[in-house]
């Protein structure tokens, strides 16, 4: 069995995917112990998540700080202080300094609802339907220095209709986020993720050279 990593998970928002790391967790499918969430707004719901699974929790407002550098410095102190060793941003609206960086190099991951490199940044779901494209997805990367840029660990890929409608296209996106960030954090407690360059390169990892998708389906 693989070590149970310390890990601490911030959040802005409802937190849907916190409560997959968590449900992976209670499951023991999933060899992490989230040590603390932390989010920038009180009234995130996910702090109220943790607290039902009796996960500690943290609130540093970003607006009682006078640069993005010195909040990510007091955040960082907290999560040393937690003896947190992966950093995991499940919707946490802020985007990280060299100071964060810096400090967890390698050691954060983030998920974004679509197929990195394509559509970073914000509204990524309408953005792949006024485009027309035939696939979209989720992509669970390192954070680095640049916003949605670091090295890919996994990503899920899902159709796009042509009846899709940003709502509709999120929906069936963020059921695979759930999917693949557990098993992203999983391989990291496995040690298995080994970053060169760009490249996350995953020990162990199957070659099937079938696994091709098409949309709209060959006749």
Do not use: W
């Not at 607006?63 to 941003?89: M, P, W």
């Not at 914000?122 to 006024?130: F, I, P, R, S, T």
């Not at 929906?171 to 360059?197: D, K, M, S, T």
């Amino acid at each position: 069995m693989a070590r149970q990593i310390p890990i601490g998970v911030l959040v802005s928002g409802s937190g849907t995917n916190l409560q997959s790391i968590i449900d992976e967790i209670e499951a023991k499918r999933l060899d992490a112990k989230i040590e603390v969430v932390l989010s920038n707004k009180a009234d995130a719901y996910g702090l109220a998540r943790a607290k039902n699974h009796g996960i500690a929790t943290e609130v540093l407002d970003h607006k009682q700080f006078s640069s993005r550098e010195a909040y990510d410095q007091a955040v960082v102190d907290i999560l040393r202080a937690r003896g947190v060793e992966l950093v995991v941003l499940a919707g946490f609206m802020r985007l990280l300094s060299p100071v964060f960086v810096k400090a967890y190099s390698n050691r954060i991951m983030n998920i974004h609802p679509a197929l990195l490199p394509s559509f970073p940044g914000l509204h990524v779901q309408k953005k792949a339907v006024d485009h027309g494209v035939r696939f979209s997805g989720c992509t669970v990367h390192f954070v680095n220095e640049e916003c949605d840029d670091g090295p890919i660990i996994i990503q899920a890929v899902v159709p796009v209709f042509p009846d899709d409608s940003e709502e509709s296209l999120a929906a069936r996106i963020l059921n695979q986020e759930h999917r693949i960030y557990p098993r992203a954090i999983q391989l990291y407690a496995e040690g298995r993720l080994r970053v060169e360059g760009r490249r996350v390169l995953v020990d162990g990892l199957a070659k099937d050279d079938d696994q091709v998708l098409f949309q709209p389906p060959l006749e």
